[in-house]
């Protein structure tokens, strides 16, 4: 039986992300994994309009996730993950993509890491609160600090 049935890859879209897809990707080919490609957008907070402050368009979610979608399609594709499975999932960060591996029999996730240091590290990153609460097997994958 190989390692990993099914490898779940988090990406945001700040530089760095393309050695995490890598990884995961190669990960993927090696195992022969399925590979699922997962992007959290947080809900946004519609607050009453005040005066003096333009409201946001009604549809501001929908536009957002929308692009959101194009984003993502077009980092699959550019890291030739075309085999993968992708989705925007709304909510929080960490329990979406926590939920996101228990629903799909996720067995790894790779996650990128800035191997933070101090009160940044005390702050909490993505990276150690997924490592925390996940069902299964991490792998943080190094990002250079710029
Ligand atoms: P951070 O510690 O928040 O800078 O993020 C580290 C890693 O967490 C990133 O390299 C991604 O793998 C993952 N991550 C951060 N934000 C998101 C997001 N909105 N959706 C999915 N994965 C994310």
Request: proline fraction near 5%.
């Amino acid at each position: 039986m190989n390692a990993y049935q099914h490898i779940l890859l988090a990406v945001d879209f700040m530089p760095g992300v393309e050695n995490v897809c890598r990884r995961a990707h190669e990960l993927a080919e090696c195992t022969g994994a399925q590979l699922s490609v997962i992007h959290v957008v947080e809900p946004v907070v519609m607050a009453p309009p005040y005066e003096g402050v333009p409201s946001l368009p009604v549809d501001f979610e929908e536009q957002m996730l929308k692009s959101t979608q194009d984003s993502l399609k077009q980092l699959v594709e550019k890291e030739a993950m075309q085999d993968a499975g992708w989705s925007v999932e709304v909510g929080s960060v960490k329990w979406t993509i926590i939920e996101y591996a228990k629903e799909q029999n996720v067995d790894l996730i790779v996650i990128g890491s800035h191997g933070r240091h101090g009160l940044e590290r005390l702050l909490g990153s993505t990276a150690n609160a997924v490592l925390h609460a996940a069902p299964c097997d991490v792998l943080a994958v190094h990002i250079e600090n710029r």
